[in-house]
């Protein structure tokens, strides 16, 4: 199976639920313009098992401790 490289250059929360990759943007859930059903779909989750690679490039990007020795 290919696995996937992730590439993070916005500010984001990255988080594990389930054995999957959370990731939640604050930009979109800051933002009073957008309904609450779109910042609630914004969420999107990727397997762990899927996932070869992640790069981050910013440095407003939070990572859980159950994230990091997940992908360890």
């Known amino acids: 199976m290919i696995k996937r490289t992730l590439y993070f250059g916005n500010p984001a929360y ?4 389930d054995a999957q990759l959370v990731i939640r943007l604050p930009e979109v859930e800051k933002n009073d313009t957008l309904t609450e059903t779109f910042k ?3 969420t999107a989750m990727i397997p762990i098992e899927d996932i070869g ?3 981050i490039d910013h440095q407003q990007i939070t990572i859980t401790q159950g994230l990091l020795s997940c992908l360890a």
């Open 40 to 42: 609630k779909e914004s």
């Open 53 to 55: 690679v992640v790069i």
């Open 14 to 17: 990255l988080g594990m639920r």
